[in-house]
């Protein structure tokens, strides 16, 4: 079982930036595929990032591309997503996700309000 605790959300400003963390549990972590979601509310989950295990090749949506970056520390067992240039519509609920085949795991989210 893994537990992941997200942080580093809050109010920006548009134009602005923010580094969410999330940190894991286990001390397996290097095993896992991570991931950055959002949701908005009455909307489903979207994924916004992507890194492998061994912190290769990363993917993201093409909403977010230029302007987020994701990456881990498999040392200290937790994962960032660097945001920058936010806009109003980045106002979302952010999760992370652990993911070893055939196991998922979830954060409870952290809020992102871009608002002046």
């Known amino acids: 079982q893994m537990q992941l605790v997200e942080s580093g959300g809050g109010l920006v400003q548009p134009g602005g930036s923010l580094r969410l963390s999330c940190a894991a549990s286990?001390?397996?972590?290097?095993?896992?595929?991570m991931s950055w979601y959002r949701q908005a509310p009455g909307k489903e989950r979207e994924l916004v990032a992507n890194?492998?295990?061994?912190?290769?090749?990363?993917t993201y949506a093409d909403s977010v591309k230029g302007r987020f970056t994701i990456s881990r520390d498999n040392a200290k067992s937790t994962v960032y997503l660097q945001m920058t240039s936010l806009q109003p519509e980045d106002t979302v609920v952010y999760y992370c996700k652990a993911r070893r085949w055939p196991l998922d795991y979830w954060g409870q989210g952290t809020q992102v309000t871009v608002s002046s």
């Open positions: 890194i492998p295990s061994s912190g290769g090749t990363t």
């Open positions: 286990s001390s397996t972590f290097s095993s896992y595929v």
